[in-house]
């Protein structure tokens, strides 16, 4: 996806339009079994509102709203342009692939699942079992419920696929239930990245059970205190060490590293049509 802000501010804008505006332009290139389909959408946004698209399954521009309809026709008239438009879907969109495939394609990121109620509640009251999975790449993932090692369906609510910003996403899965002593319940996980499921338990315990296991939890937590403490002043007292410290390159800079400067972007084509209607108004 290839985003620019085109135009903002200046009151040199269309008479029919307000100062201190934006105008934005996004491109997707879409992919299907590679590239063998590949579908090329260029969108024009008016202060976050699309007005106008070019749609390479259509050919031409097309109107979104009103104010996209006199722009729409004027880049249809303009042969040339529209032809260089449409040849973009083998210039820009299957030219960069190749750059990209690797990360994109055939990248894997594994999951990381943990189970947990949403509120600490006694047993055989309604609670809500939080499943979440994050850090996973590409997006396509299947959550399941088991309780006592059949599937559960009803009462299963989700937040759907959320992006993290670094090239990975994240979800919710909850089940809504009411657990009882001895039940088992069991998040599953498929992903393009794990040749078999995942899978985290989550016991429903008394609160007996639960006071007991807490005891022992906080046992090691405190022994793992004073050994880290321990490694803490055993370390700082070596002399003549070098700290480490941690090195590696953003995913941006690595995707840029791929293309060795060879990237192709499409053209924005709107602001020399808005600057002459400027002019003209």
Same mark, same amino acid.
């Given at each position: ?29 879409? =992919?299907? %079994? !590679?590239? #063998?389909?590949?579908?090329?959408? *260029?969108?024009?946004?008016?202060? +976050?509102?699309?007005?106008?698209? $070019? ?90 419920? =088991?309780? %006592? !090692?059949? #599937?559960?369906?009803?009462?299963? *609510?989700?937040?759907?696929?959320? +992006?993290?910003?670094?090239?990975? $996403? ?112």
């Amino acid at each position: 996806k290839q985003t620019h802000r085109l135009h903002s501010a200046p009151c040199l804008t269309p008479s029919h339009l307000n100062c201190h505006s934006s105008l934005q332009f996004k491109g997707e290139c879409h =992919f299907f %079994n !590679g590239t #063998e389909r590949v579908r090329l959408l *260029v969108r024009f946004f008016y202060n +976050q509102e699309e007005f106008v698209r $070019f749609d390479s399954d259509v050919g031409e521009y097309r109107a979104v709203t009103e104010l996209g309809r006199p722009i729409a026709e004027h880049l249809n008239s303009q042969k040339d342009s529209l032809e260089r438009r449409r040849a973009e879907v083998d210039t820009v969109c299957r030219h960069n692939y190749g750059g990209v495939e690797s990360f994109t394609v055939q990248r894997r990121v594994h999951p990381e699942v943990t189970v947990y109620p949403s509120k600490t509640q006694p047993l055989q009251h309604h609670n809500l079992l939080v499943c979440s999975v994050s850090g996973f790449y590409p997006g396509s993932i299947e959550v399941k419920w =088991f309780r %006592n !090692g059949q #599937e559960e369906k009803a009462g299963v *609510v989700s937040t759907g696929l959320i +992006q993290n910003g670094d090239w990975t $996403f994240q979800t919710l899965v909850m089940l809504e239930t009411v657990p009882r002593s001895g039940e088992v319940y069991t998040c599953q996980v498929e992903h393009p990245s794990v040749t078999s499921p995942l899978t985290v338990e989550w016991r429903a315990r008394s609160e007996s059970a639960q006071s007991k296991m807490l005891s022992g939890v906080g046992g090691f937590v405190l022994g793992l205190l004073f050994l880290g403490a321990g490694l803490f002043i055993y370390f700082r007292n070596q002399k003549g060490e070098e700290p480490l410290v941690p090195t590696g390159n953003t995913f941006s800079s690595s995707l840029r590293n791929r293309f060795g400067g060879q990237a192709r972007w499409l053209t924005p084509v709107i602001p020399a049509l808005w600057e002459a209607e400027a002019g003209g108004s």
